[in-house]
């Protein structure tokens, strides 16, 4: 039952961590922060997406 409570907040989660490590992008890279957070929060989004599809 926690396994499955945890996928289905597996998008928001993957929103936080993305936008998180898209702070870290420019930092790296040199570019503008809000291009690293907009990045960040889309690959999140994406890889949370596909984490609660396995669920179902």
């Keep these: 039952m926690a396994t499955?409570?945890?996928r289905e907040s597996a998008v928001g989660?993957?929103?936080a961590f993305g936008s998180?490590?898209?702070v870290i992008l420019p930092l790296i890279f040199g570019f503008e922060?809000?291009?690293g957070i907009v990045i960040g929060a889309a690959v999140g989004?994406?890889?949370g997406t596909v984490i609660s599809f396995?669920?179902?």
């Design 45 to 47: 989004w994406i890889v």
């Design 20 to 22: 998180s490590f898209g």
């Design 4 to 6: 499955n409570q945890w």
């Design 54 to 56: 396995q669920a179902k």
């Design 33 to 35: 922060l809000v291009y």
């Design 13 to 15: 989660l993957g929103l």
